[in-house]
């Protein structure tokens, strides 16, 4: 049976809608979708509905709507800021059956796709016919387009391809009636009515669910070259960060890994890192091989200049799988070492990054707490993670003060409380600093225009 706000006749039409296969009620199964990949309490749902086809979805919309029930659309829920945790209960509605790859156009560089298609999938199948969807973001094997666009994701390429909005030519959605809206188009210029696309890229579940999605798809680089440069001193590190930017150098990928991270990642895996560097840069440039050649080289003595001791050039693919592999290990590595693993992604202009690194060393000893720093440190995108334990009470009223410093001090430089993870119910406490209570409320008309029951995903974002 449905709990606590389903009425059974609900669950009765979800079944006869969707088949009594795809309707869940048990209480093991509502427990699997209380939570995400954030590190947040866990809310239970009142029932769990998988649609089978875009028709059926919109009709689960419009139901939830009818009955005035929260409907929390979820893709893999990897999402880190809370965004499907059904924080109101009722009905979480399931996208894994909604996963049409609907055309991959190779004349117009275009994708129409499902919004349960998993991410790597598509960058697989367009790759198969010689095309390129850049947006790689590290959760990409189970992640889904639906929720990459949700969230506006980004990913190790961001630097140079940008992220998920660059590459959304048009959705479709359900307005809450369970209506079609449409925006955008298959054309590479479109201005017809209000940039819905825009609006919708990032609202995170609350305006609309989407059913379709076109993907703007590009040639793919002829060659790449990859980099490990290895440093005695993070601030060295970032400052590097800084003068390739400011050399007007773009390269497609630059990560930074501090030494807690970069140990941590070793012991995870062996993968032969510097475990006594106090940072590693990752850098991949790429595009034509004259230009790679010479990007290249500028790279290596930017960091040389900059004080790395050795720049390593892979040889080979599998050298150059190794430097990825060793940066997508970070965050399943450091999440291992304690049951509690708060990851944020506090993110400033690039020329900051020097400045936010201090701080995060600052607040790190402010509040003994052990941070682990990693990230898309080319987008200015950092990721210090803390490490703690859940049921440590007084330790986690340390990491909460802790990260409201680290949003604080990121505001501060001219940053963000977000580069790629969203607000969700994590970061809403934040959001007036950063952009005042005025914005609040307009966000909160435009929702309330758009939701007037406050039916989709409520209480999260603003
Ligand atoms: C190991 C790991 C690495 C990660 N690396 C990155 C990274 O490099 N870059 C990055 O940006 N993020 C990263 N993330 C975060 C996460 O993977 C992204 O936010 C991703 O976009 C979420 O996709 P999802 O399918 O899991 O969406 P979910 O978590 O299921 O949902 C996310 C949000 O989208 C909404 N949503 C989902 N589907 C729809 C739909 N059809 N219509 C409307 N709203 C919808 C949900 O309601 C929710 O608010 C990482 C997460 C993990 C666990």
Avoid at 174 to 180: H, I, N, R, S, Y
Avoid at 183 to 192: E, P
Avoid at 239 to 248: D, G, L, S, W
Avoid at 366 to 379: K, N, Q
């Amino acid at each position: 049976m449905a709990q606590p706000n389903i009425q059974d006749s609900l669950v009765r039409d979800f079944a006869a809608l969707v088949g009594a296969e795809f309707v869940m009620t048990g209480e093991a199964d509502r427990y699997a979708y209380s939570y995400d990949a954030a590190a947040l309490p866990p809310v239970m749902p009142g029932c769990v509905v998988r649609p089978g086809s875009t028709e059926e979805l919109g009709r689960v919309v419009s139901l939830c709507n009818h009955h005035g029930v929260p409907l929390i659309v979820r893709g893999a829920g990897t999402n880190l800021s809370g965004g499907t945790i059904p924080q109101h209960g009722g009905v979480v509605v399931l996208t894994n059956r909604l996963t049409r790859i609907v055309e991959i156009n190779e004349e117009d560089l275009y994708a129409v796709v499902e919004p349960g298609v998993i991410t790597a999938r598509l960058a697989a199948e367009v790759a198969k016919r010689g095309l390129f969807y850049p947006p790689d973001p590290g959760s990409q094997t189970v992640s889904t387009i639906g929720g990459n666009v949700a969230e506006n994701a980004g990913g190790l390429r961001g630097l140079k391809y940008g992220v998920t909005k660059d590459y959304v030519m048009g959705v479709e959605f359900f307005d809450v009636e369970g209506q079609l809206i449409k925006g955008g188009s298959k054309t590479v210029k479109c201005v017809t009515g209000l940039n819905l696309p825009g609006l919708m890229v990032g609202s995170e579940g609350a305006l609309g669910v989407f059913s379709r999605i076109t993907l703007r798809l590009i040639p793919p680089p002829q060659s790449a070259r990859s980099m490990m440069a290895v440093f005695a001193s993070i601030r060295a590190a970032s400052e590097t960060v800084a003068a390739i930017i400011a050399a007007k150098i773009l390269p497609a990928t630059l990560e930074l890994m501090d030494n807690f991270t970069i140990r941590t990642v070793e012991s995870f895996r062996r993968a032969g890192l510097p475990t006594e560097a106090a940072a590693l840069l990752l850098i991949e440039v790429d595009g034509h091989p004259a230009q790679v050649a010479d990007d290249a080289v500028k790279v290596e003595q930017i960091c040389r200049e900059n004080g790395s001791e050795t720049v390593t050039v892979a040889r080979n693919a599998e050298e150059r799988n190794a430097i990825w592999q060793a940066r997508r290990d970070a965050l399943p590595a450091l999440a291992k070492l304690k049951p509690t693993c708060v990851l944020e992604d506090a993110t400033v202009p690039r020329s900051r990054i020097p400045a936010m690194i201090q701080a995060l060393q600052e607040i790190s000893r402010e509040y003994r707490l052990p941070i682990g720093t990693f990230g898309h440190a080319g987008d200015g995108n950092l990721h210090p993670t803390i490490l703690t334990d859940r049921r440590d009470k007084e330790e986690m009223e340390r990491v909460e003060r802790a990260v409201a410093a680290i949003f604080e001090r990121a505001v501060a430089l001219d940053g963000t409380l977000s580069g790629e993870h969203g607000i969700g119910i994590a970061k809403a406490r934040f959001l007036e600093q950063e952009v005042g209570a005025a914005t609040i409320g307009y966000n909160q008309r435009l929702k309330a225009a758009v939701d007037p029951k406050n039916i989709l995903n409520p209480g999260k974002m603003v």
